[in-house]
């Protein structure tokens, strides 16, 4: 079975800190996993994916993300928050074995930035 | 740009009443999906369609159906809306069946069932 775990319902951080919202993810092959933001009465967008190669993927926003195999974990990285980086944010996962494409998501990580 | 609209941002119906959500792509996509968002649940998928007429069951697709008579249309039916479906209401659109495919979301319909 496939599945995500988003192990923080909240993160709070300070403007310029780097932040860090943590995914891990259980597939019973390699993955594919995503990364999508939703602001306050939005639908989601998308940030950044992994698919092969480097381990370290750079998205939008100056967002980027980890894949690191040996701990099952794809987390969602910035060097520098800003207070318009508060948002509600999911991981998702998609088994290279599965069929129809659908994704697994996480519960989601609401991440606010003080000023 | 993908651009994926849903026919109501807000929407109030009452119990029993049987209610339609439509959701409707440009991109000539293949693959559609209806979520629903729940506070501390995350995004639970409810029906896929992967081709015209075609349509699979998500996790939660009790008390609800779907239909998908043109490719760019997907609609999302409550045949007698509860309480209990209140929610937002995400649809959703990928390119085709491909594992690296990102998935396109719309801006969701907040539904209130009284």
């Known amino acids: 079975a496939q599945s995500v775990a988003q192990p923080e319902d909240q993160v709070n951080v300070a403007e310029g800190n780097p932040l860090t919202v943590k995914c891990t993810y259980s597939?019973?092959?390699?993955?594919?996993l995503f990364w999508y933001v939703q602001y306050p009465n939005r639908g989601l967008q998308f940030l950044l994916k992994?698919?092969?190669?480097?381990?370290l993927v750079k998205g939008s926003y100056g967002f980027e993300a980890e894949f690191n195999k040996s701990q099952t974990s794809f987390h969602l990285k910035k060097p520098s928050a800003l207070v318009s980086d508060s948002a509600l944010y999911f991981c998702?996962?998609?088994?290279?074995?599965?069929?129809?494409?659908?994704?697994?998501f996480g519960r989601g990580t609401q991440l606010t930035v003080w000023p | 740009d993908v651009k994926v609209t849903q026919s109501s941002r807000y929407l109030v119906k009452r119990t029993g009443e049987k209610v339609f959500l439509e959701c409707v792509q440009d991109?000539?996509?293949?693959?559609m999906f209806w979520y629903r968002q729940d506070p501390g649940l995350g995004l639970r998928l409810i029906y896929f369609s992967y081709d015209v007429k075609m349509k699979e069951k998500g996790d939660i697709p009790e008390g609800y159906s779907v239909s998908r008579e043109k490719k760019e249309r997907f609609s999302l039916i409550l045949e007698s809306a509860s309480t209990n479906q209140t929610s937002m209401y995400l649809c959703?659109?990928?390119?085709?069946?491909?594992?690296?495919?990102?998935?396109?979301f719309g801006p969701g319909t907040r539904l209130t069932v009284l």
């Open positions: 959703a659109s990928q390119p085709g069946q491909s594992r690296t495919d990102t998935q396109y």
């Open positions: 991109m000539d996509h293949e693959n």
């Open positions: 992994y698919i092969t190669g480097d381990n």
């Open positions: 597939v019973s092959g390699n993955p594919y």
């Open positions: 998702a996962v998609r088994d290279r074995g599965s069929t129809l494409g659908r994704l697994y």
